[in-house]
């Protein structure tokens, strides 16, 4: 059975950081793409950001190089750091596992966790 647990979500100030980590189980990490997506209220889901099992990336036309999204593969973790967040950044940020460089959006998705930025 799969398992993605996102934490790190929080309430932090514009213009501040948060780190958000994904830990993953049930699945072979090592040979799997991860991704981050997010959903504002309202608002359809959408790629934050993309890792690939050779450690090629993909962003969302929005990050503008302020999030950066790595993966430890001894660990079987997949952690998005987020820089320079706005207020428009607010949403609930899942986890998701098994998509290629291709096809960014894999069938595996963690429950989320919230991230509320304050102006």
């Known amino acids: 059975q799969v398992q993605l647990v996102e934490s790190g979500g929080g309430l932090v100030q514009a213009g501040g950081s948060l780190r958000l980590s994904c830990a993953a189980s049930g699945i072979i990490f090592s040979s799997t793409g991860m991704g981050w997506y997010r959903q504002a209220p309202g608002k359809q889901r959408e790629l934050v950001a993309f890792i690939s099992v050779g450690g090629f990336t993909l962003y969302g036309d929005f990050v503008k190089d302020r999030f950066t999204i790595f993966r430890n593969n001894a660990q079987k973790t997949v952690s998005l750091r987020m820089n320079s967040l706005q207020p428009e950044d607010k949403a609930i940020y899942y986890c998701?596992?098994?998509?290629?460089?291709?096809?960014?959006?894999?069938?595996?998705w963690g429950q989320g966790t919230q991230v509320t930025v304050s102006s």
């Open positions: 998701n596992a098994d998509g290629t460089l291709h096809t960014p959006t894999g069938q595996y």
